[in-house]
T-cell receptor, first 113, second 113 residues
């Protein structure tokens, strides 16, 4: 079956703009998690959604938000972009068995100029 | 709370020699432990997972890891490195039935010809 799909794969924005990233999980997976990956901070957990509800949230400012739709697809939004938001944003889905195994997409690489 | 510490940020081996990537964990729960691999500009791929079954876990591509509760360790090994093993490796801890996954800082594996 198809893996986790993230769009767009690459994007360039300027400071102050906002961006929306999309993630389509593996069919049947109800949990979607988002991570930010940067060379300096490594992989940092943003938030996790399960059945349209935010279940966990990392330590990021309110400019970072997300949502999940009834078909389990998820979007994350970053408003008022800053240079430091440049990163690879990874989405991961997991099944309801909750063994914790995450299936990752290839990421959306955001560059903020 | 749970966390992982990857003891080496960079490991360099010669092709055909053994690989050892070290990981120590801390968890208030009976942990689930994972190793993921990330090749350049790609998402993360699960190598193997431990979920309280056998303490020696075999994964893909000849990798294995041993869960040692007394040492709170979950080191990743491979008997013979291949050039294609060059990548970033992440040790991850999560509580069973909880998608609050904590990633280590990563170990970059270099394989010399």
């Amino acid at each position: 079956k198809a893996g986790v799909t993230q769009t767009p794969r690459y994007l360039i924005k300027t400071r102050g703009q906002q961006v929306t990233l999309s993630c389509s999980p593996i069919s049947g997976h109800r949990s979607v998690s988002w991570y930010q990956q940067t060379p300096g901070q490594g992989l940092q957990f943003l938030f996790e959604y399960f059945s349209e509800t935010q279940r966990n949230k990392g330590n990021f400012p309110g400019r970072f938000s997300g949502r999940q739709f009834s078909n389990s697809r998820s979007e994350m939004n970053v408003s008022t972009l800053e240079l430091g938001d440049s990163a690879l944003y990874l989405c991961a889905s997991s099944s309801t068995s909750d063994t914790g195994e995450l299936f990752f997409g290839e990421g959306s690489r955001l560059t903020v100029l | 709370a749970q966390s992982v510490t990857q003891l080496d940020s960079h490991v360099s081996v010669s092709e055909g020699t053994p690989v050892l990537l070290r990981c120590n964990y801390s968890s208030s729960y009976s942990p689930s432990l994972f190793w993921y691999v990330q090749h350049p500009n790609k998402g993360l791929q699960l190598l193997l997972k431990y979920t309280s079954a056998a303490t020696l876990v075999k994964g893909i591509n000849g990798f294995e890891a041993e869960f040692k509760k007394s040492e709170t360790s979950f080191h990743l090994t491979k008997p013979s490195a291949h050039m294609s093993d060059a990548a970033e490796y992440f040790c991850v801890v999560g509580a069973y039935n909880n998608n609050d996954m904590r990633f280590g800082a990563g170990t970059r594996l270099t394989v010399k010809p």
